[in-house]
């Protein structure tokens, strides 16, 4: 089996150099595009708009076909299948929008039924080419899942000038899209003009969809909208941040896409040679950019699952290490004790006998307990002040319930047990501030005052 | 009287469902707090939206200083409802902020020195500044509503109109916003205000607008603001009203009522 050839080949090579390119540019714009959509909220919108293009793309071949163009004419097809499918994509637009504003039907009935009804017109008229001009029914095909390989560099140039006019109208209207895509009425009263920037970004997105369509296909084009910009918003809480991120993943996408299909294509030539396998290029990239945004989703700092999960097993230990101290000081203050022996700790904890010795363990390493010469364990200084801040939140908090939640004495206690590890000291103040500093809880227990010196 | 800076005349707003407001004319001298109250559902909001330019009426006209509101829309600020928009959203506190300078600069134009200068200003007015670097989707609500309030505060108008500022705010906010509306007033300011909480009106504004679908009264606090008008605004005597206008909405859309 033979060795994986250099990546920069694949920007070099007379053959593979155009579909490379025109990948990438083709994912920047929409994953830039993305950005907008997926903050909308409306990902649903980039699906419906592709299969809308449909019906476009087939009337382009149709009309190729009746004036009898040649394989020959090849990038004045694809300009024509690209101009039609940006009009069939801008009817199922507006006929989204007339639905919803006029018909009074709810937005995602709408984009559905435009979105099939699209599809299926174009299925329709796609059956038909395929007895008039079957030579031309290839086209078609390519169309629906995508076909990178056959990219020449007229797409470079078409795409990249693209790509440049959605960078530069993202950077001039920068400011008009965040504050629309924030909060509409506010941009609406500050008087930045809606419409006309509402039309700018939806031809941008039709733009973007028809671009789109010819390398991943009709059916997967949404998710080279969606999953850049899903993927960037877990790393950064900057909007411009995520343009660019989302940007370079897509690209990433759009190579790592062409470059494993071109490559493993090659491999399973070789191995099996009879089969005739193909990995194709747009489910492909797909592939790699859905993997980036799995993989962000679980992996990426703070809003990762991955780390996620760690936080909140952090908390639980938090949580019973400071149940822990809370019971060993009410043990040594109803018993008088000055300590306390693990056989007695382990009597009132529900803990496994290991767990328990493991968290005493961590507890007198970080200062909060020591253990005395016969064995006990006893509240440092600082321990003391720790559980006695927790008893106080405690009470606090089921004096807040009952005084002005109105919640019986009696059931406080269970909340009060889970929102003394929460209270954070600004909430404290509040607390205090608003209850008068009580001294008792509704327990008539003694509240452990606030300072203690 | 003196010149009114805020006029309604007839206007009348059928709102996508049942709200509306109907035939309401009203005028409000400037430098003064205004109370908008009313009971749930009296179209409080869609008042201000309207006036606002927000929500299109069926007739009427609103207008700002003697002109129509497009003249006049820098002069203007607004604080929606905090529910209204999406505390996920990517920016932080002082991008947030900075929204309220977009107007004055108009297309193309970036958020200048100067600019990011007064936005430190005004988050440090409204207590805010150690927070500038945040991501909003971390402040509490009552923070929500502060940064709200400093943008509109950047925007250095003339008129306020907050909707709801005092709805789930801790008692720290509710000081510093009512401080910051009073600070307004001496400096000749006005300020709307939807409200919810009857207590504090008489100590909150100097003048009222009461609304239930229709005016009830607008005036200063102490002319109108009495049992009678209160009872009027929320009281039962305009189920009647409310279901007419039902029965006009189901025809006027061809739904069998």
């Known amino acids: ?453 | 009287m003196e010149k009114p800076i805020f006029e309604v005349h007839q206007l009348t707003v059928n709102y996508d469902k049942t709200p509306v407001l109907f035939d309401i004319s009203l005028s409000v001298p400037g430098g003064k707090l205004v109370g908008i109250i009313g009971p749930n559902g009296a179209g409080k909001s869609t008042f201000i939206k309207t006036a606002l330019g927000l929500v299109k009426p069926i007739s009427g006209k609103v207008e700002f200083f003697s002109e129509p509101l497009k003249n006049v829309r820098q002069r203007v600020a607004y604080v929606p409802q905090r529910e209204s928009v999406d505390w996920d959203f990517p920016i932080t506190v002082q991008d947030l902020v900075l929204m309220g300078r977009y107007g004055k600069l108009g297309l193309f134009r970036f958020p200048r020195a100067a600019d990011y200068v007064a936005c430190d200003h005004y988050l440090e007015v409204v207590g805010m500044l150690q927070y500038k670097e945040r991501q909003i989707s971390q402040l509490s609500g009552g923070q929500q509503q502060r940064v709200f309030i400093a943008r509109a505060l950047l925007q250095e108008a003339d008129i306020y109109f907050m909707d709801e500022p005092f709805a789930g705010v801790d008692i720290a906010t509710e000081k510093v916003i009512m401080d910051l509306l009073r600070k307004l007033k001496s400096q000749g300011k006005t300020v709307f205000v939807v409200h919810h909480d009857l207590n504090n009106v008489e100590n909150y504004f100097d003048w009222v607008i009461m609304l239930n679908m229709r005016l009830i009264a607008c005036g200063s606090v102490s002319d109108v603001f009495n049992p009678a008008t209160l009872n009027d605004t929320y009281g039962k005597s305009f189920s009647l009203f409310d279901e007419a206008l039902k029965i006009s909405l189901q025809k006027s859309k061809g739904i069998k009522p």
């Open chain 1, 1 to 453: 089996m033979n060795s994986f050839q250099s990546p920069f080949i694949f920007f070099t090579d007379a053959v593979l150099r155009a579909p490379t390119i025109g990948c990438m540019l083709m994912c920047l714009t929409a994953s830039l595009v993305g950005v907008i959509v997926f903050l909308r909220k409306q990902s649903l919108l980039g699906e419906s708009l592709s299969h809308a293009a449909y019906p476009g793309v087939v009337i382009g071949v149709m009309i190729a076909g009746f004036f009898k163009l040649s394989d020959e004419d090849q990038s004045l097809i694809a300009l024509l299948i690209m101009v039609l499918a940006f009009f069939s994509s801008l009817i199922g637009l507006w006929s989204i929008h007339w639905l919803s504003r006029k018909m009074k039907i709810k937005t995602d009935s709408a984009l559905c039924f435009i979105l099939s009804s699209f599809f299926g017109i174009g299925l329709t008229l796609a059956s038909q080419v395929q007895f008039s001009y079957s030579s031309l029914y290839r086209q078609i095909q390519a169309y629906l899942y995508g076909q990178a390989a056959t990219m020449t560099d007229v797409h470079i140039y078409i795409y990249g000038f693209f790509s440049l006019l959605i960078i530069t109208v993202i950077c001039s209207f920068y400011k008009e899209i965040q504050v629309m895509t924030f909060d509409r009425d506010y941009a609406k009263c500050i008087g930045v003009k809606i419409k006309p920037i509402d039309t700018l970004i939806f031809i941008l997105i039709a733009l973007a969809v028809v671009i789109g369509i010819r390398s991943v296909g009709v059916v997967l084009m949404s998710a080279m909208l969606i999953a850049p910009p899903v993927a960037a918003r877990q790393f950064t809480n900057k909007l411009y941040l995520v343009f660019i991120l989302s940007g370079i993943f897509g690209m990433i996408s759009g190579f790592l896409g062409n470059y494993l299909s071109v490559e493993l294509n090659t491999a399973l030539a070789i191995k099996y040679p009879g089969d005739r396998l193909i990995i194709p290029t747009g489910p492909m990239i797909v592939m790699v950019a859905s993997f980036i945004c799995l993989v962000s989703l679980c992996f990426a700092p703070q809003r990762g699952w991955f780390l996620r999960i760690i936080r909140i097993g952090r908390f639980r230990y938090r949580c019973i290490s400071e149940n822990l101290l809370k019971a060993i000081l009410r043990f040594c203050h109803t018993n008088e004790l000055d300590g306390i022996s693990f056989e007695k700790i382990e009597k009132y904890q529900s803990l496994s006998p290991f767990r328990l010795r493991y968290l005493l363990f961590r507890l007198c390493k970080n200062g909060w307990l020591e253990k005395t010469e016969s064995g006990s364990y006893k509240l440092t200084k600082d321990g003391k002040v720790r559980a006695e801040k927790i008893i106080r939140l405690h009470r606090l908090w089921e004096v807040y319930l009952v005084n002005y939640l109105g919640i019986g004495a009696e059931r406080v206690h269970r909340n009060a047990e889970e929102m003394e590890h929460i209270i954070t000291p600004e909430l404290e103040a509040e607390l205090t501030l608003l209850l008068k500093d009580p001294k008792q809880d509704p327990h008539h227990q003694p509240i452990p005052p606030r300072e203690i010196f």
